[in-house]
């Protein structure tokens, strides 16, 4: 991409065809990955995976649209619970197994997405801090509902003590198949014509109306789309955890999310990948370390906590703030980026 | 009628503690336009030093009286100077940058406290009690219409009502007869015109977060005689007496004690009286499914004024 003049952009055709390759590259690397790295290695990878895509869909509403919502574990347990309530009940087999559970994840990702759409409505009313709570406050209700209800109709959902028993589907392959697509999919988003918009409302909401953007729709659009990739992260891990529990996407997950946007550079597709697998693997690392290092591990919430404010008071845009990793600071800025 | 009456004054007793934490984002968001997340974990170390202090208190001072005195003392000051640097350290430095940011350092600060508490060497994740000082019993007891159980106002009950009334009028006198109270005033009307008037909106500011904090330690003092004290929970009552101060019209300190007593009654009544007991679960949500509706009808609340969007 950097080497071509910008307004000639790849023709669309053969990106499609890049990711279908990639796709295929990583079924080989599953093989790979299986076969030489230690099953707690793969666990971990995994682990990064579904941070990657919860932290690229976040950073489209936070980062990119500039929504500040609270709420992103919420959708990640609505994805987890279709799916996970759905292959629990029906405990698919064989092929048919792994079909069903291509099948829930996106279910479940288009569940989420129905909950995006019913907390965007908010969202056009509200700016900023408001927005955070109310959006804290649909997690929380989320959570209580989950908390309460113990079966819908022949579906068991567990109640407060969770959900167990749910069949083992994911792995390397999918996961990284679905950060494939989630990551090209919203980059490919925010860098079309289409995608300039959810920009603009970040820059000045105001502005952007004035101009003709129906900041409505986008904004609304925004947390469909991140809402979606959310609920496929849930169901993805869902199926790799094999039991669930309402407690698990409350309030702290939602703002580990938001600590990986904020860190990674809010508006920087990279720097939320980077700061999802550096914020994953280096409690796991810090915890298999011998010596004073292990109790860092114990202390990953207070250094977490104290990463965020000493980031807002030193660099509030973030590592990369919006650039994306490639972007030397040298450069001028393009329009798409706007002064930084 | 007997259950309504009992449950009417529960809620008043669990709203009240509501509103005393609701006054301390009111004020701040009056004048800094600012969330402070961390305002319910001020309320959670208030809880815990309650637990310190009572520990120390039960071994070495006699007087009930005496002992509550230095309980309630030491964590409105141990708050006091908690709130005054978090607002200096954390606040003070990001004063011109964008809300977000500030609210983000809020969300940090929030987690530092949590998280930091639940070290074992400060006080560690479990559940602990305070010692108990005084005894819960009831005080004022009644009969309304022959029923056979009677309506009964118990001494924490009356200590919270009685505390919370005497601060509310406390911090009215402040805010309406004072020099500094006509200056919070100005400062959360007009920041800069203030500022520009000769008055010391830092002091001012330092100031507010003092006194919220010291409110807040009154409220964690009152919950600490009444429930369990562990690092966490500081949460919830955090984001209902947020609730409950954008119920009432955030910014405006009537409006909190009003939110705050609402939903303090709408919880107990839900959980007491309207909802089967199977259901009663879903009452912890009430709070936040009122926090969403207010804020798509009326966001300026019930007293607040309406503010205009300028370019």
């Known amino acids: 991409m950097e080497a071509l003049p910008r307004n000639k952009p790849l023709p669309g055709w053969l990106l499609n065809l890049t990711l279908l390759g990639m796709m295929a590259a990583l079924l080989g690397l599953n093989a790979v990955v299986n076969a030489s790295l230690t099953d707690y290695a793969v666990e971990v990878l995994i682990h990064i995976g579904l941070a990657m895509i919860l932290a690229v869909s976040l950073n489209l509403i936070n980062g990119i649209t500039g929504q500040f919502s609270l709420g992103h574990a919420a959708f990640m347990a609505i994805g987890a619970y279709t799916g996970g309530v759905l292959m629990c009940h029906y405990q698919p087999a064989g092929w048919l197994g792994t079909a069903a559970f291509v099948g829930v994840t996106i279910l479940g990702g288009l569940v989420a997405a129905l909950a995006g759409l019913v907390v965007g409505i908010p969202a056009l009313r509200l700016r900023g801090d408001y927005l955070a709570i109310a959006t804290l406050g649909f997690n929380q209700i989320v959570i209580t509902c989950l908390q309460q209800i113990d079966s819908v109709g022949p579906f068991t959902t567990g109640g407060a003590i969770g959900l167990f028993g749910i069949p083992h589907h994911t792995n390397f392959f999918w996961v990284y198949t679905w950060v494939l697509l989630c990551v090209v999919g919203i980059w490919r988003l925010v860098r079309s014509g289409k995608g300039k918009p959810f920009l603009s409302i970040r820059e000045d909401e105001i502005a952007a109306g004035a101009m003709g953007v129906n900041t409505t729709f986008y904004k609304v659009a925004a947390f469909v789309v991140g809402a979606f990739f959310a609920g496929v992260a849930g169901s993805l891990s869902a199926m790799f955890e094999l039991s669930i529990s309402p407690t698990s996407f409350n309030f702290m997950r939602s703002v580990e999310i938001v600590v990986m946007v904020v860190l990674g550079g809010s508006g920087s597709i990279t720097g939320a990948m980077l700061a999802a697998a550096v914020l994953t693997y280096l409690p796991e690392q810090l915890r298999i370390m011998p010596g004073p290092l292990h109790a860092l591990a114990d202390w990953r919430w207070v250094i977490y906590a104290l990463l965020l404010i000493v980031m807002m008071l030193l660099r509030p845009a973030g590592l990369l703030g919006k650039r994306e990793i490639w972007w030397t600071r040298k450069r001028r800025p393009t329009p798409l980026e706007g002064p930084t | ?311």
């Open chain 2, 1 to 311: 009628m007997q259950v309504f009456l009992q449950q009417l004054i529960n809620g008043l007793s669990i709203g009240a503690v509501y509103a005393l934490i609701a006054l301390g984002y009111t004020m701040v968001y009056g004048i800094l336009r600012l969330i402070n997340f961390a305002h319910g974990d001020v309320y959670m170390v208030g809880a815990v030093l309650a637990y310190y202090l009572s520990c120390w208190a039960q071994k070495h001072v006699h007087s009930t009286v005496a002992a509550l005195a230095i309980v309630l003392a030491g964590a409105m000051i141990g708050c006091a100077v908690l709130g005054f640097l978090i607002e200096f350290l954390c606040y003070r430095p990001l004063r011109n940058r964008p809300r977000l940011v500030a609210l983000i350092t809020a969300i940090g600060v929030s987690l530092f406290l949590e998280n930091l508490f639940q070290y074992d060497g400060i006080f560690g994740a479990n559940p602990r009690q305070m010692a108990q000082l005084i005894v819960v019993k009831p005080i004022v007891s009644f009969h309304i219409g022959g029923s056979p159980t009677a309506v009964v106002i118990s001494s924490v009950d009356a200590i919270t009502l009685g505390l919370s009334l005497v601060l509310m009028l406390a911090l009215s006198w402040l805010v309406l007869k004072t020099r500094t109270g006509l200056a919070m005033r100005a400062v959360s009307f007009r920041f800069d015109t203030a500022a520009l008037m000769g008055i010391n909106t830092n002091r001012i500011i330092s100031i507010t977060f003092v006194i919220g904090s010291a409110l807040a330690a009154v409220a964690g003092c009152i919950d600490a005689m009444r429930y369990d004290i562990n690092p966490l929970m500081g949460v919830r009552p955090g984001i209902v007496a947020f609730t409950a101060a954008v119920l009432g019209g955030i910014g405006s300190i009537p409006g909190a004690v009003l939110g705050g007593l609402m939903i303090g009654m709408v919880e107990t009544l839900l959980k007491g009286l309207i909802l089967p007991s199977a259901y009663s679960g879903f009452a912890d949500a009430a709070a936040f499914v009122v926090l969403i509706f207010i804020l798509l009808l009326k966001p300026s609340g019930l007293l607040g004024k309406k503010a205009l969007e300028k370019v």
